[in-house]
C-alpha cells in the first residue's frame, strides 16, 4: 500500500544509483571521485505532526513513510558503495548516533523527513569528514594563519581554476586572468 509516486521498489532503486554511477564515471572518467549518501532516518512523530498541521481534518495518521523503510533504502546504498567500492556517508546512522550535543536526532529534520538548518550543519560536517577520510586529496586545509577557508586555504587534489577575490586588483581585474 505504498504510494507509487513516493516509492519505487528497493531493486530499482539500487539498480537506478548504480546506473547513475555508470553515468557519472562515463561522462567524467573512472577516476572520478563518488560519495554516496543514504537518505537520514525518518521520524514518526515529526511526519505525524506534519501532517496534522498540513491536512488538518484531512490526516489519515498513517505513516506513508517510516523509519524502517529508510533503513532499507539505506542498507541499499550501503550495499552499491561496497559493490562498487565507493565513499559511503551513511546518515541514517550517523544521525541517529550522533553526539548528545547533537541529540536528539530528531532534530535534525524539519518535518520528520527534510532536512532543519541543525540537519543541513549535520550533513555538511560529516561529509566533510567522510571527505577527509576517504579522500584526503580533496580534502581543503584552512589557511594556517587564520584557520578559515580563504584564499590561503590548500586542496592538492583540486586544480585552481582562477585566482581568489582578494588576488585580484580591483583597478585591473583583466591582468589576474591573464
Known amino acids: 500500500d505504498l504510494n507509487k509516486r513516493q516509492h519505487v521498489p528497493l531493486a530499482d532503486y539500487k539498480s537506478n544509483i548504480i546506473k547513475i554511477v555508470s553515468l557519472v564515471k562515463n561522462s567524467f572518467g573512472n577516476d572520478v571521485k ?3 549518501i543514504t537518505p537520514p532516518p525518518v521520524c514518526h512523530e515529526g511526519r505525524l505532526k506534519f501532517q496534522k498541521e498540513r491536512y488538518k481534518e484531512k490526516a489519515t495518521g498513517k505513516l506513508e513513510r ?10 541499499a546504498v550501503n550495499n552499491v558503495a561496497t559493490e562498487l567500492g565507493l565513499s559511503l556517508l551513511d546518515l541514517w546512522k550517523e544521525m541517529q548516533a550522533a553526539p548528545p550535543e547533537y541529540q536528539p536526532w530528531q532534530n535534525f529534520l524539519s518535518d520528520g523527513l527534510h532536512l532543519s538548518p541543525s540537519g543541513n ?5 560529516a561529509l566533510l569528514r567522510v571527505i577527509d577520510k576517504c579522500l584526503p586529496e580533496l580534502s581543503v586545509k584552512p589557511c594556517r594563519e587564520t584557520g578559515n577557508i580563504n584564499s590561503g586555504s590548500t586542496c592538492a587534489g583540486i586544480d585552481r581554476m582562477a585566482p581568489w577575490h582578494d588576488e585580484i586588483n580591483s583597478e585591473e581585474p583583466e591582468k589576474a586572468f591573464s
Open 66 to 75: 517510516t523509519l524502517e523503510l529508510s533503513g532499507a533504502y539505506a542498507s
Open 34 to 36: 563518488i560519495v554516496l
Open 121 to 125: 550543519k549535520f550533513v555538511g560536517e
